[in-house]
């Protein structure tokens, strides 16, 4: 028979167990993200809460991507064009982003008057209605004017949204993306520190690809007002 001590000792390797368990399968497989900032909107809303799937470009080993480089026990293979993808944000890796692949590695990507060119070809975008998408906006960007356009990147049909009173980025010249580096951008292009700021993401930077919203909602007591989007919840993101 155990004694009281023995049985503490047995409880408490058995929940360590658990949590190292959970948090390898955190770092192999899906590992859920909030997202804080309006970059990705309409996308992505401030408040989301995402899964992100880990293996989608390689296989990890457990813990190898948490301070250093991760180490692949497989071959790995690139993002797509289109990908929306969460990395280390090169400038301070500490901190993860959230943004959309649009150039891959020897692509050359372009800007003029808006509109994004990969090697001299433009990214196709029609102008859409954006009452609705207004209408769910987040408070801090209601003050803006916006046009909205249905886009497709690589295989993903997509929404972007665009300042009509003022922007950040018209044109931007042509620049070759690196072997092992991609050029990023947010849908929300006017209002996103994203490729066109500091530069590319390095292979070994991302974490994976978004999939899917499992739960939307903004705290109260947060910096932004208080909301529960129950309706988001399994939207896939494309």
Same mark, same amino acid.
């Given at each position: 028979m155990m004694t009281?001590?023995?049985? =503490?000792i047995k409880e408490a390797k058995s929940m360590a167990l658990i949590v190292v368990v959970v948090f390898a399968f955190r770092s #192999?497989? %899906?590992?859920p993200f909030r997202i @804080? /900032? +309006? /970059?990705?909107?309409? *996308?992505?809303?401030?408040g989301d809460f995402i899964l992100v799937n880990k293996f989608a470009y390689g296989f990890k080993v457990p813990f190898s991507d948490m301070y250093w480089d991760p180490i692949? =026990?497989?071959e790995t293979q690139n993002p797509k064009r289109g990908d929306v993808i969460v990395f280390k944000y090169p400038k301070s890796p500490d901190l993860n982003y959230i943004k959309r692949v649009v150039g891959l590695p020897g692509d050359r990507v372009e800007i003029i008057d808006?509109? #994004?060119?990969?090697n001299g070809k433009p990214i196709e975008v029609n102008e859409i209605p954006g009452k609705k998408i207004m209408a769910d906006m987040d408070d801090k960007f209601k003050k803006d004017v916006y046009k909205f356009y249905k886009a497709q990147t690589g295989n993903h049909k997509h929404i972007i949204q665009l300042k009509q009173s003022q $922007? *950040?980025?018209? *044109?931007w010249p042509e620049i070759t993306v690196p072997k092992d580096h991609f050029f990023v951008m947010g849908d929300n292009r006017d209002n996103s520190s994203d490729s066109r700021f500091w530069g590319f993401v390095p292979f070994r930077h991302i974490k994976g690809r978004a999939m899917f919203v499992w739960f939307s909602m903004i705290f109260p %007591? /947060?910096?932004? @007002? $208080?909301? $529960?989007? @129950?309706?988001? =919840? +399994?939207? +896939?993101?494309?």
């Amino acid at each position: 028979m155990m004694t009281r001590r023995q049985k =503490i000792i047995k409880e408490a390797k058995s929940m360590a167990l658990i949590v190292v368990v959970v948090f390898a399968f955190r770092s #192999v497989f %899906f590992e859920p993200f909030r997202i @804080p /900032s +309006g /970059s990705m909107i309409p *996308t992505l809303m401030i408040g989301d809460f995402i899964l992100v799937n880990k293996f989608a470009y390689g296989f990890k080993v457990p813990f190898s991507d948490m301070y250093w480089d991760p180490i692949y =026990i497989t071959e790995t293979q690139n993002p797509k064009r289109g990908d929306v993808i969460v990395f280390k944000y090169p400038k301070s890796p500490d901190l993860n982003y959230i943004k959309r692949v649009v150039g891959l590695p020897g692509d050359r990507v372009e800007i003029i008057d808006k509109i #994004v060119f990969i090697n001299g070809k433009p990214i196709e975008v029609n102008e859409i209605p954006g009452k609705k998408i207004m209408a769910d906006m987040d408070d801090k960007f209601k003050k803006d004017v916006y046009k909205f356009y249905k886009a497709q990147t690589g295989n993903h049909k997509h929404i972007i949204q665009l300042k009509q009173s003022q $922007f *950040t980025i018209a *044109t931007w010249p042509e620049i070759t993306v690196p072997k092992d580096h991609f050029f990023v951008m947010g849908d929300n292009r006017d209002n996103s520190s994203d490729s066109r700021f500091w530069g590319f993401v390095p292979f070994r930077h991302i974490k994976g690809r978004a999939m899917f919203v499992w739960f939307s909602m903004i705290f109260p %007591f /947060s910096d932004n @007002p $208080f909301k $529960f989007r @129950p309706y988001r =919840i +399994g939207t +896939g993101i494309h």
